[in-house]
């Protein structure tokens, strides 16, 4: 009755390692079960996630590298999910960012178990998702884009994007405008002209 | 030091001050702080002057912006004139757009004085273009802006680690930066590289000797009283500022608070300051705290408007706010700005608008109460400034055919200065008009023949109305659709109302339509929204305020000057008959004083700094008379924030004068000890036995020239490790020949997510390297942490999240995305640099050239125009339609911004293809005004 799963198991697979550990009361929106496995969470057919807290790395730096050791190269994205609970995490993240890069992990910051319950979920919900979103812009209403496209330059806000469209009826007459007709308008003071102006007329290539 | 001492320099410092200050620097290093107006500027270029009037030299002019290089470069050719030099060469500009690599290397081989954009130097510093040991002295303006991290200070630590000889002079004139932090003044003495501060307050014993000891300056102080609609809208406001700061104090408990008063919220940067406050606590803070900062720049702006733009120019800006301020979509009632739900906010706006007209008192409406006026009436409040400054005018005139003034080199001119282009727009069309009368009042009898504002202002007013109808119509269409998610069914009502007009009597709360009651309503929500006043009452106020015949025949267009047939219409003016109207900007206001020589000056706004400049001016030029007039509203935020402004000032430098007398001394040693240099070169690869060998070179990363606006660089060196800028088009730093890295912060991040650049970039990477790395990095103050998820309770639906991804989410997906990236996360850019060599550890050296090359176009390669612009390039972006692909064709095939918006589509279309250029092209010219409105309202929701 069910369709034939591509790939893995639907539910995120939790090693009984994690019993207890208070991100999994975060993980709602997707299923999990206990499973026996070499990482900490099986959240796809090629993924995983090893936890690790910062103040737990502190009282037992080599943990992490025996975890990591055991995984033995499987799945192709390792995440390491880790919790800065503590204060001075400088030293100690420096260390794994190094690790990162030799033992070809993913590093995952996180700073409640709210989020790191949250990764998971998303880890698994993601999946199969194309990443169109995070792939071209997404469009929004026009009134969004238009506002985006005049606050480019520095220091104009909403209020003058209106102000200016409101003026000149439409994009192109505003970009036409001479800076005189646009110092006119209430709020666009001489900074904000001048940025305006050379934001729309310098040309887009650097000359030489 | 030259020893040309003894070349004839004819210098202009005509105060014993100036001449002080002058002899001090020629002699030994040091930071001069003086107080603005004091004339920083002319000691600058009278000391360029002697160093370029010597010859034979290369200085360096860092910190100037465009005027201040406008203003050095005029002197100093007015100097060497004067001085007649021979060997004095200029100011030479050194900056993106005019030269290349090869232009800069033979001029900077010629020597002379180079004001050069630090970004660019930084460059040719460390790409070995331009010899720090070359130059024989650094300037460096606007000293207070050297801190750490900046560039300016990365500069001066190349430049002092190879060249311990050249001299260096840092000069500042806002002493307010040099006292916040602990021990600000010797920490910027260190970015600085120098030992000595020189302190130049007002209260100078020497500033004061040369600036009262003769004549003084004759100065008539005027207390304007506001009107007393201005002053309910002020209080108005400033009960908004207050219950807004009281919001944030009640939100965040725990944070130092002393200063959130209304007193000092009237300052420049209290936002600025509240801001760097909560900075460290940001994620925590809600996302009305967030709202409440922004809020309270708003309020600012507003008092601002409020004394400065005419009644008219003031309504239409806060119609402007008003729409702004609109709920963004799927919000609640808790969204809104909290200052909307106060009754000041109301006062405010009706308070405004009874400025400008209101409903006329007919016979029909006195016995029916209830019943909205028929029809309005202008009002047309006009500044009490104004009527003072006519008034001024007249006694001069007064004064000047009475007591005709004994001859002295004045121009008899008069110079009124004014904060900003707008105002003196403003006041120049008042002049010009003020004595013009709408047939309407010679009715009126009995009243004297004053100057009034009264044709300017229906002048005004009927522009008003014209916009208002459109803008109401752009407003609609632009926000509808947030609106209608909030309140769907009142939409609908519009929708359908709008064929039959309403019954008269009938009060309708609509935003923004054609249609409405007079007042201001309230939207469904409790907030103060814009009351559309009804067509019939528009056309009667626009036929009353027709233009009467003697209206008609006056210049219509006043204020933009076309500068055509320049001979035929155009003389010089006489000096000595002369109004000129000037804005304050900072010190080019002296060459206005020198220039237009006036014998009266009307301060129309107060100015700490011009007040000084006129004692500067007075005192320089004993032969000359000048009366000032000071003018300002009295009770009023100008006047607080004029008394503060030189309060803090005062405060600066007696923190700042308390801090040298403690300050230790520093001795900079900037160089790397010798023994350490060479360990740092040894290869510690050699397992056992091996002979030590050491390699040949040292650390180095190369790195995008465009990363150089990030403090990383600058660390990064401070590290040792050699910085090797190139023009890089996969990732920002190249750490080894494996190793490539994309920076971004917070900001970026988001910003380049929603854009899909990030995933372009990183597809790049990937492509190139066998370690590709995301690096994201948070600000050294702010707090490491990711903000807070959106919404943690809404159940994470694939659908759901699919809408409206989080960052998180979009984390996760670029992962997902790409396993083979590796995420490094770096609490500030002085943790990253340390990361960055711990990485670099054992690793090879990168080979600057191949990452050049690497991803690369081959049909682009070679070509010197590969650079662009960043912000025409981030607008282009933010263009729907345009993705990376067709940014770069764009780029590549159009020469500006301008270009591209007056393309037709079919042009468009050849270059983009038909699908982005029909995006592309509605965008431009998506028409707000006329009569398209309606159509646009439908066709909105189909986008």
């Known amino acids: 009755q069910a369709l034939p799963s591509r790939s893995g198991p639907s539910s995120i697979l939790v090693s009984p390692r994690q019993k207890g550990n208070p991100i999994l009361n975060s993980v709602r929106s997707a299923a999990w079960e206990y499973s026996d496995i070499p990482a900490d969470y099986v959240l796809g057919a090629t993924t995983c996630a090893l936890f690790l807290s910062l103040k737990y790395h502190r009282l037992h730096p080599e943990y992490i590298y025996n975890r990591i050791r055991d995984l033995k190269g499987q799945y192709k994205l390792r995440v390491l999910l880790t919790m800065v609970d503590i204060e001075n995490h400088e030293e ?16 995952m910051l996180c700073w409640s178990a709210q989020e790191a319950g949250r990764y998971l979920e998303l880890f698994k919900t993601f999946e199969h998702a194309a990443p169109t979103s995070i792939r071209a812009q997404q469009s929004t209403s026009y009134s969004d884009n238009l506002v985006d496209f005049i606050t480019v330059p520095r220091s104009i806000n909403k209020t003058d994007a209106l102000g200016l469209v409101s003026n000149f009826g439409s994009i192109r007459t505003a970009i036409n405008a001479s800076p005189e007709e646009i110092g006119m308008i209430a709020g666009w003071g001489e900074k904000k002209v001048q940025r305006w102006c050379n934001a729309v007329r310098e040309p887009f290539r650097v000359q030489k | 030091m030259t020893n040309d001492e003894r070349a004839p320099v004819k210098l202009s410092l005509p105060l014993e001050f100036q001449q002080d200050i002058f002899k001090e620097l020629r002699e030994e290093d040091e930071l001069v702080i003086i107080a603005r107006g004091l004339g920083l500027l002319r000691i600058v270029t009278n000391l360029l002057h002697s160093y370029d009037a ?24 007015e100097h060497a004139a004067i001085s007649m030099s021979p060997r004095a060469r200029g100011l030479s500009l050194v900056n993106t757009d005019l030269m290349s690599v090869g232009t800069r290397e033979k001029m900077y081989a010629q020597g002379g004085i180079f004001s050069i954009t630090s970004r660019i130097l930084i460059v040719d510093f460390l790409s070995g273009l331009l010899n720090p040991e070359t130059v024989s002295g650094v300037v460096v303006l606007h000293a207070e802006k050297v801190i750490a991290t900046s560039l300016e200070a990365f500069i001066l630590r190349i430049y002092r680690q190879k060249n311990k000889a050249g001299f260096l002079k840092a000069f500042s004139d806002s002493p307010e930066p040099f006292t916040t932090g602990f021990t600000p003044l010797t920490n910027m003495m260190k970015n600085l590289f120098l030992q000595k501060p020189a302190l130049y307050p007002r209260f100078h014993v020497t500033v004061a000797k040369s600036l009262e000891g003769r004549k003084k300056a004759e100065v008539i102080e005027l207390e304007v009283p506001m009107t007393d609609t201005m002053r309910d ?36 940067n209290f936002d600025t300051i509240i801001r760097r406050q909560l900075d460290p606590v940001w994620h925590r803070t809600s996302f009305k705290t967030r709202q409440v900062v922004r809020d309270l720049t708003l309020l600012r702006t507003i008092l601002h408007a409020l004394l400065s733009y005419d009644s008219v120019d003031f309504n239409r800006y806060l119609d402007t706010v008003l729409a702004a301020s609109q709920p963004p979509p799927g919000s609640t009632r808790q969204n809104q700005s909290p200052w909307l739900f106060l009754d000041a906010a109301n006062t405010i706006f009706t308070t405004a608008k009874r400025r400008v007209y ?12 209830n019943s909205v006026p028929d029809s309005l009436e202008p009002v047309l409040e006009e500044l009490p400034k104004w009527a003072q400054l006519a008034e001024i005018l007249q006694e001069i005139e007064q004064d000047a055919y009475f007591n005709p003034v004994v001859h002295d080199s004045s121009n008899g001119s008069i110079l009124i200065m004014c904060g900003d282009q707008a105002t003196c727009r403003q006041l120049r069309e008042y002049l010009q008009t003020m004595y013009v009368r709408p047939a309407g009042a010679e009715q009126k009898e009995d009243v004297e023949e004053g100057p009034s504002a009264s044709y ?76 559309g006043d009804r067509d019939a009452h528009i056309a009667s106020l626009m036929a009353e305020l ?71 001016y007075r ?116 750490l080894t020949p494996n190793i490539c890295i994309e920076r971004k912060s917070v900001r970026d991040l988001i910003g380049s ?122 607008l282009l972006r933010a263009i729907p339609g345009v993705n990376e692909k067709v940014a770069m064709t764009l780029m590549l095939e159009t020469e500006s911004l301008t270009e591209v918006a007056n393309m037709e589509e079919g042009e468009l279309a050849k270059l983009v293809g038909t699908e982005a250029a029909r995006r592309i092209w509605r965008f431009f010219n998506r028409n707000f005004s006329g009569d398209t409105g309606e159509e646009l309202f439908a066709s909105l929701t189909q986008i």
């Not at chain 2, 209101?358 to 109460?369: E, M, P, Q, W, Y």
């Not at chain 2, 650390?699 to 403090?711: G, I, L, M, N, T």
């Open chain 2, 753 to 874: 997510f929603a854009n899909g650049r990030l995933f372009n970039q990183v597809e790049a990477m990937m492509e190139h390297y066998k370690h590709p790395m995301l690096l994201i990095e948070f600000d050294q103050n702010k707090s490491f942490t990711l903000e807070p998820f959106s919404d943690l309770s809404a159940p994470a639906t694939t659908s759901g999240l699919a809408a409206v991804p989080d960052l998180q989410s979009k984390l996760v997906m670029l992962t997902l995305a790409f396993p083979r990236l590796k995420i490094i996360w770096s609490s500030s850019p002085y943790q990253t640099a340390e990361i960055f060599s711990e990485l670099k550890k054992g690793a090879d050296e990168p080979d600057p050239l191949r990452a050049v090359q690497l991803g690369l176009d081959p049909n682009l390669q070679g070509d010197e125009m590969r650079t662009f612009n960043q912000t025409s390039q981030d």
């Open chain 2, 233 to 268: 809208i002020q209080n108005a406001v400033l009960e908004c500022v207050e219950a807004s700061i009281s919001e944030l104090r009640k939100n965040n408990t725990g944070i130092e608070m002393e200063d959130w008063t209304l007193d000092s919220a009237l300052h420049r």
């Open chain 1, 92 to 107: 100690t993240l420096r260390e794994l960012s190094k690790t990162s890069l030799i033992n070809n992990v993913t590093i």
């Open chain 2, 54 to 77: 010597a010859g034979n030299n290369l200085i360096l002019l860092i910190g100037a912006d465009d005027r201040e290089n406008v203003w050095i470069g005029e002197a100093l050719a």
């Open chain 2, 546 to 616: 027709q233009p009467t015949e003697i209206e008609a025949e006056q210049k219509t267009e006043i204020g933009v000057d076309p500068l055509e047939n320049m001979d035929d219409y155009y003389e010089l003016f006489d000096m000595n008959d002369l109004i000129v109207i000037h804005p304050y900007e900072g010190d080019m206001d002296e060459h206005v004083l020198e220039e237009t020589k006036p014998r009266y000056v009307i301060m129309y706004e107060p100015d700490a700094a011009f007040i000084r400049r006129i004692e500067v």
């Open chain 2, 619 to 734: 005192s320089s030029h004993t032969d000359r008379t000048v009366k000032v007039f000071f003018m300002y509203y009295g009770g009023s935020v100008e006047e607080q924030r004029y008394l503060s402004a030189v309060r803090r000032e005062k405060d600066a430098f007696t923190r700042l004068i308390r801090e040298r007398g403690n300050m230790a001394m520093t001795i900079n040693n900037a160089s790397l000890d010798p023994q350490e240099s060479f360990l740092r070169t040894i290869n510690t690869r050699i397992a056992g036995g091996g002979r030590l060998a050491a390699t040949e070179q040292p650390p180095r990363v190369v790195v995008d020239v465009r990363e150089f606006r990030s403090s990383l660089p600058s660390l990064l060196h401070a590290r040792s490790i050699v910085i090797v800028p190139c023009m890089l088009t996969v990732g920002d730093y190249v």
């Open chain 2, 358 to 369: 209101t409903g006329k008192v007919s016979n029909a409406s006195i016995t029916d109460l």
């Open chain 2, 456 to 531: 300017m202002m229906r002048r005004k007013l009927r522009n008003y109305l014209s916009w208002k109808s459109s803008f109401s119509k752009v407003s609609a269409a632009l926000f509808s659709e947030n609106q209608k998610a909030i309140n769907g069914s009142t939409e609908q009502r519009l929708q359908s109302g709008k064929a039959s007009r309403p019954p008269p009597n009938k009060r309708r709360r609509v935003r923004g339509g054609a249609s409405g009651g007079a007042g201001p309503g309230r939207a469904e929500t409790g907030a103060v929204r814009i009351a």
